[in-house]
């Protein structure tokens, strides 16, 4: 498989990106325009978080938001969960927790169709947190577990790509613990009524 210019102008950007550095940062940024004008949704996506976190160029959240959008409409999964994101956080756009939460299910139905969900746990520890605390969609506390159950093991299978993984596998695990206790509580509930 050959890669075509916009993949190899991203592959320079990632590579002069993982220097840590600020010039690498800034090389990086120029590879990634770069790309993103020839269409690379994932240059878009790359950006994105450049401009949001400010590596290589200035802060300007806004702008990050832009890209994120582009590479969303270009069906880039990471930008879709960051558009969904904003929606549920009223960020950049009007707040939306319903738009968040159909954008998040829908990604998760694509996802398990080409069967790719295990490499974007985030998708289900979102699910979970939206069933949880009924934003965007009715409460329902079992159906939240099973999201989290799907996240820590997805997170656990993945630990050692991400740095930031195991944080995330823990954060599920205490989100499946508080979804036991309440169930355990409703279940009590109904035996005394």
């Keep these: 498989?050959?890669?075509?210019?916009?993949?190899?102008?991203?592959?320079?950007?990632?590579?002069?990106?993982?220097?840590?550095?600020?010039?690498?940062?800034?090389?990086?940024?120029?590879?990634?325009?770069?790309?993103?004008?020839?269409?690379?949704s994932q240059a878009m996506t790359n950006l994105g978080y450049c401009y949001t976190y400010?590596?290589?160029?200035?802060?300007?959240q806004k702008r990050g938001f832009q890209y994120f959008i582009q590479a969303a409409?270009?069906?880039?999964?990471?930008?879709?969960?960051k558009v969904a994101d904003a929606y549920q956080?009223?960020?950049?756009?009007?707040?939306?927790e319903i738009n968040a939460y159909k954008m998040y299910l829908k990604l998760y139905h694509h996802l398990q169709e080409i069967g790719?969900?295990?490499?974007?746990?985030?998708?289900?520890?979102?699910?979970?947190?939206?069933?949880?605390?009924?934003?965007?969609?009715k409460k329902d506390i079992q159906q939240?577990?099973?999201?989290f159950e799907m996240a820590a093991a997805y997170y656990r299978q993945r630990e050692h790509v991400y740095f930031?993984?195991?944080?995330?596998?823990?954060?599920?695990?205490?989100?499946?613990r508080?979804?036991?206790?309440?169930?355990?509580?409703?279940n009590q509930a109904d035996r005394k009524a």
Excluded: H, W
């Design 164 to 176: 930031y993984y195991p944080k995330q596998r823990k954060q599920a695990e205490e989100m499946i």
């Design 178 to 186: 508080k979804c036991d206790q309440k169930l355990a509580a409703e």
């Design 1 to 40: 498989m050959t890669l075509d210019e916009s993949d190899i102008l991203l592959n320079l950007g990632a590579e002069a990106y993982q220097t840590g550095t600020p010039e690498g940062f800034k090389t990086a940024v120029a590879y990634y325009q770069k790309s993103a004008a020839l269409g690379n």
């Design 144 to 147: 939240a577990r099973t999201y």
């Design 116 to 137: 790719e969900i295990e490499e974007y746990p985030e998708v289900c520890l979102r699910l979970g947190n939206c069933a949880y605390s009924g934003m965007g969609t």
């Design 89 to 96: 956080k009223g960020k950049f756009v009007e707040k939306d």
């Design 54 to 60: 400010g590596r290589g160029v200035q802060v300007d």
């Design 73 to 81: 409409k270009l069906g880039n999964f990471e930008a879709v969960m």
